[in-house]
């Protein structure tokens, strides 16, 4: 998922952000802050944030952002690997059991030209295992957390989101929370909308 967000002070955001990261027990996988140009009167910053949560609770780090910062835009990627997952697990299967068969086949070689000739076809057939099993975990990391990258801009004044733009993402991007109902949300919704209408009378 992508999020485009803004914010009053980045420094204040990201303390926030990291401490709604922890208590959900994500992590930041990538993260970069650009300070703006120098030509403009004020040097607006922005950052870009790459963050890993556990997929149950994705929905709630995204509500947990626009609870902290003005949520502009949005829009959520879904991949479907499970048939890449199978092939791979397909493909590990028979590369282990031509493994065993090429052990098997080396314990009885005659010579020493046919041991080396297992040997090469041993350490590619290893080789290409390693390289599943490693594409296996990434797989089941992909499973188990999901990717926000949050593009954040630091302004002064916000940019107007209306009640109806933000009833339709909360629906997107969880179509229900995992343990909240339609009030749960709309209660959000209706913060979300007095915060911003609270920072407007500030500015």
């Given amino acids: 998922m992508d999020m485009n967000v803004e914010t009053e002070n980045l420094e204040e955001l990201q303390a926030a952000l990291d401490e709604k990261i922890s208590a959900l027990d994500g992590y930041v996988e ?3 802050t650009h300070n703006g ?17 556990p997929a149950e609770k994705v929905d709630q780090f995204t509500e947990d952002v626009a609870g902290i910062a003005n949520v502009v835009s949005n829009n959520l990627r879904r991949e479907d690997i499970t048939l890449q997952y199978v092939d791979t697990e397909s493909r590990l299967k028979v590369l282990r059991t031509e493994e065993q068969r090429l052990l098997q086949f080396l314990s009885e070689a005659k010579s020493v030209t046919e041991m080396l000739e297992i040997e090469k076809r041993l350490t590619t057939i290893q080789s290409e295992i390693e390289s599943l099993t490693a594409q296996l975990k990434k797989y089941d990391n992909l499973v188990d957390y999901g990717t926000v990258t949050l593009n954040v801009t630091e ?7 209306e009640e109806k733009e933000l009833a339709q993402w909360f629906s997107y991007v969880g179509g229900a929370t995992h343990d909240g109902t339609i009030e749960t949300k709309t ?6 909308l007095e915060q911003e209408a609270f920072r407007g009378k500030r500015v």
């Fill in 37 to 53: 140009s120098a030509y403009s009167t004020r040097r607006y910053r922005s950052a870009s944030w790459t963050v890993r949560i």
């Fill in 30 to 32: 990538d993260q970069s």
């Fill in 155 to 161: 302004v002064e004044v916000y940019t107007v989101v």
């Fill in 187 to 192: 209660e959000v919704i209706r913060s979300v």
